[in-house]
């Protein structure tokens, strides 16, 4: 036979038998804890987020409509493409050098055109050089890209209707002409002084700046004009709402269940 353990455990109290409860200290009463009572007159009741009754402007719900129905519609490939923006720190960058080639606002070009007068009325012989500036209006873009002057063109993504600029890719693509998608029309009007602007692109570059538009070319054609028949393929769209998709799981659970009962049968 095994020894015996040395020590025993002390058997359990009957279950009659209840354990003595700690004495209760009393509580400082400046400092006693009251239940909130949510009546008339009593206590403020918590703050509830309101958004869902509000009454949001037509402009607000057309928007969000709208975005819903391009998640949940198949996007053909072409319209697709516009949801691939250029990455944070590249659009950060691009934007630097663009802004260095913004063309002349209405005040800079009057007092330009104010001196260059006084200077011919003094007899002074003034220089005309054409000024190195950012290009804009789909148009003037248009012709730059089929002439093979444009080194540069950048895209809105949310260019309204998309129609206006759903071409540009393809023909910038087809005339070897470095192209990006950017966020967004507001910040591309900026450069050049108006509310929006479709598309922006630059023609010449000053000798200090064309190392490192030289790289960022480089980057962007990686990132859109060799990938351009690749994601020329890719279909967007097609994501349903969250009870849609509890219901299709759901809906696949049983399948999944029948097909290996079945399997059990036979």
């Not at 003595?20 to 509830?48: C, D, M, S, Y």
Request: charged share 30%.
């Amino acid at each position: 036979m095994a020894p015996k353990a040395a020590g025993k455990k002390p058997a359990p109290a009957p279950a009659s038998v209840k354990p003595a409860k700690a004495e209760k200290v009393p509580a400082n009463p400046l400092f006693e804890k009251k239940a909130k009572i949510f009546g008339i007159g009593q206590a403020l009741p918590p703050r509830t987020p309101l958004n869902r009754y509000v009454k949001w402007p037509k402009y607000v719900r057309i928007q969000r409509a709208r975005r819903v129905l391009q998640k949940r519609l198949k996007v053909p490939p072409a319209i697709n493409q516009f949801t691939k923006t250029l990455d944070k720190n590249l659009a950060t960058n691009l934007f630097k050098i663009l802004m260095k080639y913004r063309p002349e606002d209405d005040s800079q070009k009057k007092e330009r055109l104010t001196a260059q007068a006084e200077a011919e009325a003094a007899g002074k012989e003034v220089e005309s050089k054409k000024p190195v500036v950012v290009k804009f209006g789909i148009n003037h873009i248009t012709y730059l890209v089929e002439q093979g002057k444009a080194q540069l063109v950048c895209i809105a993504h949310d260019v309204d209707p998309i129609e206006l600029v759903i071409w540009l890719p393809a023909l910038c693509r087809q005339m070897n002409v470095p192209y990006c998608i950017v966020k967004g029309k507001a910040r591309l009007g900026a450069v050049v002084h108006k509310k929006t602007a479709t598309a922006l692109a630059l023609t010449a570059i000053k000798n200090e700046d064309k190392m490192e538009f030289s790289k960022l070319v480089e980057a962007i054609k990686g990132s859109y004009n060799d990938r351009y028949t690749e994601v020329n393929k890719k279909w967007g769209g097609g994501i349903m709402g969250v009870k849609s998709q509890a219901k299709t799981r759901l809906a696949n659970k049983i399948i999944d269940k029948e097909l290996r009962d079945r399997a059990k049968a036979t």
